[in-house]
């Protein structure tokens, strides 16, 4: 069973910054692929990032197009962790942001939320206008 607790969120105002943490029990084939989702109130949970292993010490990201050129995902596989780095946050970002991870995610699914094995609790980001 992985682990995974994030970090970092908070109340910060429009074309702020805020950085995620994502710390995970392990690195092994079951984090394989880690990704970031978010739920705002009264929708469903969406996908904004991932970080899918694609062999040796390549890491692929992929991004939703809501998030693209705004936030960037990374990984230290060394402390097991994985960050978003969210800039440039506007209300509409405003979230639980829940990290995710999964073992058997392929490219053409890695989107999709119930493809993920495992998630943490949340953490709430608040973009104020």
């Known amino acids: 069973q992985v682990q995974l607790v994030e970090s970092g969120g908070g109340l910060v105002q429009a074309g702020d910054s805020l950085r995620l943490s994502c710390a995970a029990s392990?690195?092994?084939?079951?984090?394989?692929?880690m990704g970031w989702f978010r739920q705002a109130p009264g929708k469903e949970r969406e996908f904004v990032a991932a970080?899918?292993?694609?062999?040796?010490?390549?890491?692929?990201?992929y991004y939703s197009d809501s998030v693209k050129g705004r936030f960037t995902i990374s990984r230290d596989n060394a402390n097991n962790m994985v960050y978003l780095q969210m800039n440039r946050l506007g209300p509409e970002d405003s979230a639980v942001y829940y990290c995710?991870?999964?073992?058997?995610?392929?490219?053409?699914?890695?989107?999709?939320?119930?493809?993920?094995?495992?998630w943490g609790q949340g953490t709430q980001v608040t973009v104020s206008p």
């Open positions: 995710a991870a999964g073992a058997q995610i392929t490219i053409s699914i890695i989107k999709q939320k119930d493809k993920y094995d495992y």
């Open positions: 392990e690195n092994t084939h079951r984090t394989k692929t």
């Open positions: 970080l899918d292993w694609s062999g040796g010490s390549v890491w692929l990201p």
